[in-house]
Structures are given as structure tokens and as C-alpha cells.
């Protein structure tokens, strides 16, 4: 069965650090997707990943796929209050009548205090 | 553009109730289209995708159903709601394999 796991799944930190959301799966999947989720809200696609060693930045933001590893990671950049919000990764995976699906992780919550 | 709508925005429906919930695309043909469910505080669970009119796959069993009456209309139903049935649905589309667009999202409470 495939899996995709976020860490950590809580996560605090001052304005101006740096961290890393680290996001692992189980399977060969060569294309990663990374989103956002505010409070009472919808998800809002922030990157796509295609191949292995693709990386994308925008603004703090700065994500990296590494698919030996099945790793990506979702790296912020002095971190604003405006970035807290619910992180979500996800893989393709082919469903039951041969079409692409999306396993989403658990998500990471993060908050950013002033 | 495409844009993706999904009505009703609230909903608050007894146990045992029917239920129905619309989404629609525009600006694009053919899409992939996909009902999820999260539950407070939780990740996104796939209910039911489709590739097509009519053509509709269940991930995992339960009470709810899917259809796909248009090309651009995908609808979830219920005969009878369950206290479990709460939570926030999206629906959203994609073109083949590519990137997922959500809707606004349903937040449904069964009382």
C-alpha cells in the first residue's frame, strides 16, 4: 500500500528562522506535489516536481525532489506569519481503472509567531 | 480560465437525510475530476474519481455515491447520511495526470 508521510506533523517557529518539511513515500512515483491550506479553506497548489532533483522556489518557499530517496522537502526561508497554514505533499499513483490518483500525506500545520 | 464551483458552501443535514452535492468546471474539456473528504483537523481521503461521463471509481466503501452526468458536472450523493459523513468535501479536477485544481470546498455537519 502506498504511503506518504509528513514531518513533523505540528510545527512552531519564530519569524526570521529557517526549517524544512520533510515529506517520504513508498512508492516509485516521480512527480511530487506540494500545496497549501489555510484555516476553513480550499487547497491551493504551490509546486509541482516532475523528476528527480528537481527543485522550485517561490518566494520563502523552496522545494526539492529527491526520487531514490523518495524524499521531497519543503524548505522555508525566514519564515512571516503570513506563511501559517496546513502543508500538504502528494504522489501520483495509478488507480483501480488505470487512472493517475493523488495520495495526499497527513499534512504539516505550521505556525509562525511574531 | 478554468474556474471550479462547488454549492452548496454550508450545509447542516440530519442523520438519515439525503444528500446532494454539485460541483462544476469551466474553461476546460474532458477533465478528471475527483470528490475528496477531510475530516476536522485531518488530511484529504479520496472518495470517487472519474475520466469521463458516466465513468466513475470508488476508492473506498461506504454510503455515499458518485455521478457524472456531464462532462463538467460531478455530483456526490448519499440516500441516507451518516453522523461520520461530516466533514469538509472538495472536489477537483485535472487535466490527465497533471496538477489537481480544488474547488472552494462543502463543510457538511450531520446532527
Known amino acids: 500500500e502506498l504511503k506518504v508521510e509528513q514531518n513533523p506533523l505540528f510545527l512552531s517557529m519564530q519569524e526570521g528562522k529557517n526549517y524544512t518539511i520533510y515529506c517520504n513515500y513508498s512508492?516509485?512515483?516521480?512527480?511530487l506535489y506540494w500545496y497549501r491550506q489555510d484555516p476553513g479553506k480550499s487547497l491551493e497548489s504551490l509546486f509541482v516536481?516532475?523528476?528527480?532533483?528537481a527543485v522550485k522556489q517561490e518566494g520563502r518557499l523552496m522545494a526539492s525532489l529527491d526520487t531514490k530517496a523518495r524524499l521531497s522537502t519543503l524548505h522555508i526561508t525566514a519564515a512571516v506569519h503570513d506563511l501559517s497554514a496546513t502543508y500538504f505533499c502528494a504522489v501520483d499513483a495509478v488507480g483501480s481503472s488505470g487512472t493517475y490518483k493523488y495520495i495526499f500525506g497527513t499534512g504539516t500545520r505550521l505556525k509562525v509567531l511574531a | 480560465s478554468q474556474t471550479i464551483h462547488q454549492w452548496p458552501a454550508t450545509l447542516v443535514q440530519p442523520v438519515g437525510s439525503p444528500l446532494s452535492l454539485e460541483c462544476t468546471v469551466e474553461?476546460?474539456?474532458?477533465?478528471?475530476l475527483y470528490w475528496y473528504r477531510q475530516a476536522a483537523g485531518r488530511g484529504l481521503q479520496l472518495l470517487f474519481y472519474?475520466?469521463?461521463?458516466?465513468?466513475i471509481s470508488s476508492e473506498v466503501p461506504q454510503n455515499l455515491s458518485a455521478s457524472r452526468p456531464q462532462d463538467r458536472q460531478f455530483i456526490l450523493s448519499s440516500k441516507k447520511l451518516l453522523l461520520s459523513d461530516s466533514g469538509f468535501y472538495l472536489c477537483?479536477?485535472?487535466?490527465?495526470?497533471?496538477?489537481?485544481?480544488f474547488g472552494p470546498g462543502t463543510r457538511l455537519t450531520v446532527l
Open positions: 472519474s475520466v469521463g461521463i458516466g465513468q
Open positions: 512508492t516509485t512515483s516521480d512527480r
Open positions: 474553461g476546460t474539456s474532458n477533465p478528471n
Open positions: 516536481l516532475l523528476s528527480n532533483g
Open positions: 477537483a479536477w485535472s487535466v490527465g495526470a497533471d496538477t489537481q485544481y
